[in-house]
């Protein structure tokens, strides 16, 4: 049974560690709400990119010679995964269901026989995933979006990624992240960035193509160019929301882990003064039989 002294250094030390969860909690609320409203204020840009992109690929139509970053190298041998994943700890599976997702992707282009490579943002999944698979790493960032993603973070990850393609070090490439649904649901999303895939339409909404809505438009220059041009924006855009959306369900999942660690704390605690007083009350019974006891001897 331990000691009154080691429980009360306990129950001291419990109380100390639920003071620091709910200030990591409060932080991490505090920059969700922020981080929110950048995510959910991305969301329309990019989605409006990829439908403008993906009306300009229907007009060309079955042409050749269009942009590589559209119609691809013509294999699939080697997939890039570029993956967002966080720098800090303590917000419970946020990094973990990322990494299990890369992983079970990586072990799947192996067994068809595809070569896969990657591209890590995070110094977790970085150290992570170094040491069972640091032989598929192609480029890691650690600390690259501190305090806050920022557009030139994922320009700079971008610009890597078209290096690396025109160089034919891969023939397609996605990003893996975390798509912020709430502060207690995170969803890991896996989206084809190389070669470009348009999105699909809703159920019942018309196919894309040159006309939309009953309008017809003609382009000046022509598509191919506007594509050379918008494809690699796209590129840092996509990348740049991932990293948004990242941020933002890091928080979230940071916060609700706080949360349940500090309940956890309080129970721990409760449970450690019930057995403290249950333990005191026993010392005290048992020095008061033994008095009761020494004074009918004499």
Avoid: W
């Amino acid at each position: 049974m331990p000691s009154l002294k080691d429980l009360k250094n306990r129950i001291a030390t419990t109380k100390a560690t639920q003071r620091i969860t709910q200030a990591m909690k409060m932080v991490a609320a505090a920059k969700l709400r922020r981080a929110q409203e950048q995510a959910e204020a991305a969301r329309p840009y990019a989605e409006r990119m990829e439908r403008m992109l993906g009306s300009l690929a229907g007009g060309m139509g079955a042409k050749k010679g269009g942009p590589k970053l559209l119609v691809g190298t013509g294999s699939a041998d080697t997939h890039l995964i570029v993956l967002i994943s966080s720098d800090r700890g303590l917000c419970g599976g946020f990094n973990a269901n990322l990494i299990r997702h890369t992983r079970r992707r990586i072990l799947a282009l192996t067994n068809e026989g595809r070569k896969a490579r990657l591209v890590v943002v995070g110094r977790k999944a970085v150290a992570v995933l170094k040491r069972d698979m640091g032989g598929y790493f192609a480029q890691t960032y650690e600390d690259l979006a501190k305090p806050a993603p920022a557009f030139e973070h994922a320009a700079q990850v971008a610009t890597k990624v078209l290096e690396m393609y025109d160089a034919g070090e891969f023939d397609t490439c996605s990003v893996v992240y975390n798509k912020f649904q709430s502060a207690l649901t995170q969803i890991v999303t896996d989206q084809q960035l190389i070669p470009f895939e348009a999105p699909k339409p809703a159920a019942g909404a018309e196919p894309q193509g040159r006309s939309y809505g009953g309008a017809v438009y003609e382009y000046e220059p022509s598509e191919e160019q506007i594509l050379a041009d918008l494809l690699p924006r796209n590129l840092s855009v996509q990348i740049f929301r991932a990293m948004l959306e990242s941020f933002a369900s890091e928080q979230g999942a940071r916060m609700t882990a706080m949360d349940s660690a500090s309940r956890n704390a309080g129970d721990m605690i409760n449970s450690l003064t019930l057995t403290y007083n249950r333990t005191r009350q026993a010392f005290i019974t048992k020095e008061l039989i033994e008095i009761i006891s020494g004074a009918e001897a004499l």
